[in-house]
């Protein structure tokens, strides 16, 4: 992938099992990598460091955790970023939060989606 270091890739390769859900669609960028559920939920993005990748994810509401320092409110939803160093920060806990945020997506879709009305 273009714009990741050896270092990202590696990481990214432990982060995108925790995106492999149903429906789950993934678009390539020079500089990031999309994931969706009907709306875009995911990105995984080069960190400044040129080591680290960040990991970033729209949740209904802000995260109380010292991992997502970074959050973003835009309209309907807050966007965290997380920054992991190496692979093993793709755990449990940032499983969850991509779970969450895949939901959420699914759920902000189905509304959108002229069926639904």
Do not use: C, N
């Not at 995260?63 to 190496?86: I, K, M, N």
């Not at 940032?94 to 902000?108: H, I, N, P, S, T």
């Amino acid at each position: 992938m273009a714009g990741f270091t050896k270092r990202q890739r590696e990481i990214m390769a432990a982060v995108r099992p925790l995106l492999a859900l149903p429906g789950v669609t993934e678009r390539e960028t020079k500089t990031q990598l999309a994931f969706a559920a009907g709306v875009q939920f995911a990105w995984l993005s080069p960190a400044p460091s040129g080591k680290g990748l960040f990991v970033s994810f729209g949740l209904p509401a802000p995260l109380d955790s010292p991992r997502a320092p970074s959050v973003q409110p835009y309209p309907g939803r807050f966007t965290h970023h997380v920054t992991l160093e190496g692979p093993e920060g793709a755990d449990g806990e940032l499983a969850g939060w991509l779970k969450e945020a895949y939901d959420f997506a699914r759920f902000r879709a189905a509304r959108r989606s002229p069926r639904s009305r």
